[in-house]
């Protein structure tokens, strides 16, 4: 059975990480009412996130205080992130996330739409950021997080420096 989500007013949005450097699980959490939903990520995804929102919010007004988000407790996410996609509703002055579940072809996953205020998304922009820049650094020609004990480049055609 798919699930479908929808946070149309949410009191906290925020993204974060669990884990050490190179083993995070990145997610996606916000919070209405008593519904809390928690979807996980890929480090891309939040940096492809903050990074869109960072430009959107370029063109709205500026937001007076930024909310502070810390992730809630919660015992598994709701959902994989398959694909997401960002977009204005000028109507509701809202920025939404909608973001799908990742599944075989044939399957129907579920999805979550997030209608963020312009102070939410600033916070998700700005703590995604940190977050991303946080962890290892990528590999100049590949983009791929680099490895402390050697990395397997593609566009090196698999060739790297010997292991110390």
């Known amino acids: 059975m798919s699930a479908f989500f929808e946070l149309s007013e949410p009191t906290g ?3 974060g990480a669990i884990g050490p450097v190179g ?3 990145f997610v996606l959490q916000a919070r209405q009412g008593s519904q809390l939903v928690t979807v996980k990520l890929e480090k891309q995804h939040v940096a492809a996130i903050a ?4 430009q959107l919010l370029q063109d709205l007004a500026r937001p ?3 909310p502070e988000g810390e992730l809630e407790v919660f015992d598994e996410p709701d959902f994989v992130v398959g694909s997401l996609a960002v977009a ?3 109507a509701a002055d809202r920025i939404v996330i909608f973001a799908e579940e990742a599944v075989a072809e044939d399957e129907e996953g579920g999805s979550a739409r997030f209608f ?4 939410q998304a600033a916070a998700f922009a700005i703590r995604g950021t940190r977050l991303v820049e946080a962890g290892r650094p990528v590999c100049p020609l590949c983009g791929y997080p680099l490895d402390p004990r050697g990395h397997v480049c593609p566009r090196k055609n698999g060739h790297h420096a010997p292991l110390t």
């Open 13 to 15: 949005v925020t993204v």
């Open 23 to 25: 083993q995070r699980v």
């Open 51 to 54: 990074r869109h929102l960072g």
């Open 64 to 66: 007076s205080e930024i």
């Open 88 to 90: 204005y509703d000028a």
């Open 116 to 119: 963020l205020t312009t102070a």
